[in-house]
């Protein structure tokens, strides 16, 4: 049942990306990435900031959760980084794939979540309120630094990343409990519905469709890091520090999300590779069809 489940949630997003394939050769290569301009300057942030700021964050669950997913993204970046040696010379296109190994399908976390009932959708919400700020300033440090823009040009391009700045403004829009005005939050929800949407499009126009079905050393090492390592850590963690059931399983769910759709989007905002991180989104997303099943089953056996 519950692969069934999350195979039926990750089918709308299987067939966006089919469709961005078949409409690849509609557009041409600057409209394309003119979407993608769109995507990371408007429509994702206007996502993050409103799946942070609508759902109300305690302080507590915040101090307990935090560290928790903060070390499992630096366990992600830490082990994406062995695959530096089979990847792209250049350290930006390297930058913009390696992300992809410790980000994760936000959307996909509450379809996730919906099919267990061990798990906790207010406690999913913390955790990604905690760990979309600091995923963005580790994808965006590392592009930063792939484009030679030296220390003050690397925090000055962190600090003003529409990313960051809007899932931070989200987190702390949710700990202070306040409430956006109706014609304020709107045409931001407006925003937010076309983001995931477009994202998948243009993965679906800009992947390498034929190394979408193989896997070589470099995407191999970032599958695994993202599909394997991660929840395994989070499994670990969990035991090690005797969580609660509802905690501990909402971790391993959320170590075990295929990577953000808006990964490529980001890397495109750079100037990195597009082509190399959409299909690392695609390779992960389906090979997460097969994996966050057997991962939320193992999680719910365990805890």
Known sequence: MTFLAILIGLLPSFLLVGLGGLLRKRLSANAWQGLDKLNFEILFPALLFVAASQRPLEVAQVVGIAPLV??????????????????????????????????????????????????????????????????????????????????????????????????????????????????VLAPLEMLAAAAIPIALISVGATMNWGALARLDAFSGIICATKLLVMPVAALVLALLLGLESGVAVVLVIWAALPTASAAHVLASGFGADRELSATLVAQTTLLGAVSLPVWITLAEVVF
Do not use: C, H
């Open 70 to 183: 903060w070390a499992l993204l630096a366990v992600g970046l830490v082990v994406g980084y062995g695959a530096r040696r089979f990847g792209p010379e250049r350290f930006l296109d390297f930058a913009g794939a390696w992300q992809t190994a410790w980000r994760f399908n936000t959307a996909l976390a509450f379809i996730a979540i919906a099919t267990t009932e061990k798990a906790d959708a207010a406690v999913m919400a913390v955790a990604i309120g905690m760990a979309v700020p600091m995923a963005n300033v580790f994808a965006v440090s590392a592009l930063s630094r792939g484009g030679s823009l030296g220390l003050w040009g690397t925090v000055k391009k962190v600090a003003l990343n529409p990313f960051l700045i809007a899932s931070l403004g989200g987190v702390l829009v949710g700990l202070a409990g306040w409430t956006i005005p109706s014609p």
